[in-house]
């Protein structure tokens, strides 16, 4: 991009920084604000509600190109779009179909698909998971054994995969199959969509430790997926599965979450009183506090260094990899300090008034969605590529080690 | 006031080119044996090259550098280790002398500072943090040492970088005879009453206690001296800031490629695990420090209050990846990187100085929390 355009890019995403602020304001219904402000459990009708109304702005898919229904924004706007909501707390906004597998079709699908699936992920009308991990295949993703072998029309698929986010929800899978055992590990993946009512599909519920179930394991025995829902070309999966995992390493929400978690700790360490004084003036909160605030400015200036790079086109290919990084461990450090600050309502916790209006909460109002937020944001040094494998890479991509 | 990209980076170009010609590290340690601290054949050169002059208005043959050109002169500072007096004279003293000196000070000042016959050092105060933590008032009570009397200057000053050699040193001082407000005074070096203790930092330049027992002086009372000072230690700290991405980057570099030629147990040292995720940790440091040292150009030019807030919070968070940065790279040179004949070691204790210089990093954590929970 030149100068002008990155400054045109900078105009465009200030306006819609500006714009996403009112909507939340003005458009988000009171009872999802009110779930969002305790960071209560919400339902499949909550997050399809919330999607939804974002796409009445186009914005769910505002990161698509125009010619498949998006409005072709710049990584910049991308970015603004993720950071923002996450700042004001909105509910996620589900990636599996809009940013996940919506864009592999796009790019690498049939005419055939791309006009039976896009329309549903547009408007959310279809729910969609991720097939990628399995129990010997999380990190090392392309060790996954799962087989699918060709018979007449069909591929016959059986294995397991594993970690499937909210698989008891969707009514499809984007599933990563082994199409060729002899092939070296890479090359004999291929890309399967299967439909989640097929025969031969088991859904199981792993219990986290936050009491809630929101990953499974999936099962699949003879499940019988028609040839045309190949995405690309049989034993190229890779190159479509490592093109979803940049795009799911976009580095807007986690910065916005860090600003949004360090803001809740600020308030509860100004509305808790320890003794005489607040939380806040006290000597150890204040310095743990500072140390948040000076991780999260540069947290926020290296996001802005990573953009500025995407568009002037001086990345290293390390910055998706430094956000995550530093995003992640400074959001688990700052919800942990924030669950310390609760005292003992930060060990009281009951998933029932997490559902509920009516039943009052124990401590402060959203105590118990901070022990929640906690449980569940435990797991994000470890999701969308471990902090472990992010160093690998960056060890060998970036400094050629 | 904002450098063109062009003229910065023609700049730096110019002078990465010059060091890596003329500053080699072998080159250096002559500089090092050098009794005054700093190579004057290499000060002359600057001055030719007009690096002196940088701060200067166009008009006055220079070119109104702003916070990202002068950080892409500190950034090659900090990557060959130069020693001259860049930072205390061509930067800081050179803008004092604008912020605050009258249109005939300039003219009979800048001239001799753009061509290297005047050598300024900056003895901001002792304690650079400003207690009031906005970054305006240069108030601090912590210091008082430094008082005019009569015209007079009584009190001293410590560890004042190139104060050894300066021919005049710029002093903060309280103006008893205007009820304590802030002056800034010009002393020359062999002013009557002046007493000097040179020494040498730890990176091998050149500094000096100084104590002043009644000197005469020559007043910049052109504009308000203690809006003046904290913008000149605001300059100072983000100009470190640059100096320390130059010495981060020469770190990483130098570190990575080593990792990838010492082998130990048949292998590359590289090639563990261990030490790529640490050498991976480095870059991200140096990244950070990139991101910050940017962050705290722009700040430089902006409104006070997010001035203090930035430029502290960037000195900070720098100081404490810099240190990092520098303990990693000593630790996987191995028994090497403590020796005086690698460079790394003298990456190592040029970090300890930019540490030290205007604020170290409690004194800007503790501003930048101010600035930060400002409204809690």
Known sequence: ?401 | MTTDTDTIEMLRDSVTRYAADHYGFLKRHAVLADARGFGAQAWADYAQFGWLALRLPEDAGGIDADASAIGALMEVVGARLLMEPLLASAVLGTGLVLRAGSAAQQARLLPALADGTLKLAFASDDDPVCAAGDGADGANSADSDCTLRGGRLHGSRHGVLHGDIADRVIVGARDADASGAWALCLVDADAAGLQRRSYRMVDGRGAANLRFEGCRVERLDAADAAAALAAARDEAAVALCAEALGVVRSLVATTCDYLKVRKQFGKTIGSYQALQHRMVDMFLLQEEIRALTRAAQRALHGPVAERARIVSGAKAYIGGAARHVANEAVQMHGGLGVTDELDVSHYFRRVMVINALFGNRDQHVARFVDAALADA
């Not at chain 1, 779009?81 to 996940?100: H, M, N, S, T």
């Not at chain 1, 290296?302 to 995003?327: C, V």
């Not at chain 1, 600050?341 to 039943?359: F, I, K, M, P």
Request: hydrophobic share 40%.
């Open chain 1, 1 to 401: 991009m030149s100068a002008d355009t990155i400054e045109q890019a900078m105009a465009r995403a200030a306006q819609l920084r500006q714009d996403i602020r009112r909507f939340c304001a003005e458009t988000m219904p009171a009872e999802l604000r009110s779930k969002s402000e305790r960071h209560q459990v919400l339902a499949k009708a909550d997050y399809l509600q919330w999607l939804r109304l974002l796409q009445r702005q186009g914005w769910v898919v505002g990161h698509w190109p125009e010619a498949h229904g998006g409005a072709g924004w710049s990584a910049l706007e991308r970015f603004v779009f993720e950071d923002e909501l996450a700042r004001q707390g909105c509910p996620w906004v589900i990636p599996f179909g809009v940013k996940y597998v919506g864009p592999v079709i796009y790019t690498y699908g049939s005419d055939a698909q791309k006009q039976r699936f896009l329309p549903g992920i547009i408007s959310s009308e279809e729910f969609w998971a991720q097939g990628y991990s399995e129990p010997g295949a999380g990190s090392d993703l392309a060790a996954l054994r799962t087989a699918a072998r060709r018979d007449g029309d069909h591929y016959v698929v059986d294995g397991q995969k594993v970690w499937t986010t909210y698989a008891q929800w969707a009514d499809w899978l984007f599933c990563l199959v082994r199409t060729d055992a002899e092939a070296r590990p890479q090359n004999g993946i291929s890309f399967l969509l299967i439909d989640m009512r097929s025969p031969g599909i088991t859904v199981k519920p792993i219990r986290t430790m936050d009491g809630y179930a929101h990953v499974n394991e999936v099962w699949l025995e003879n499940v019988r997926v028609p040839v045309e829902n190949l995405v690309g070309t049989e034993g190229e999966g890779w190159t479509y599965a490592k093109f979803l995992l940049r795009n799911e390493r976009t580095a807007g929400a986690i910065v916005g979450m860090v600003h949004h978690a360090l803001q809740r700790l600020k308030r509860l360490a100004r509305e808790t009183r320890a003794g005489a004084a607040r939380l806040i003036d006290q000597a150890p909160m204040r310095q743990r506090i500072g140390e948040f605030e000076l991780r999260c400015f540069a947290l926020e200036e290296a996001a802005y260094q990573a953009m500025q790079a995407l568009m002037d086109g001086s990345e290293n290919g390390a910055e998706a990899s430094l956000i995550k990084l530093r995003g992640t461990e400074l959001y688990q450090a700052i919800a942990e300090a924030t669950v310390e600050a609760l005292g003992l309502a930060g060990v009281a916790y009951d998933t029932e008034a997490l559902h509920s209006a009516e039943l009052p909460p124990l401590g402060p109002d959203d105590a118990g969605g901070i022990i929640k937020d906690h449980f569940y944001n435990r797991a994000a040094t470890i999701f969308g590529g471990s902090s472990e494998v992010q160093r690998n890479i960056l060890a060998k991509m970036v400094l050629g080690l």
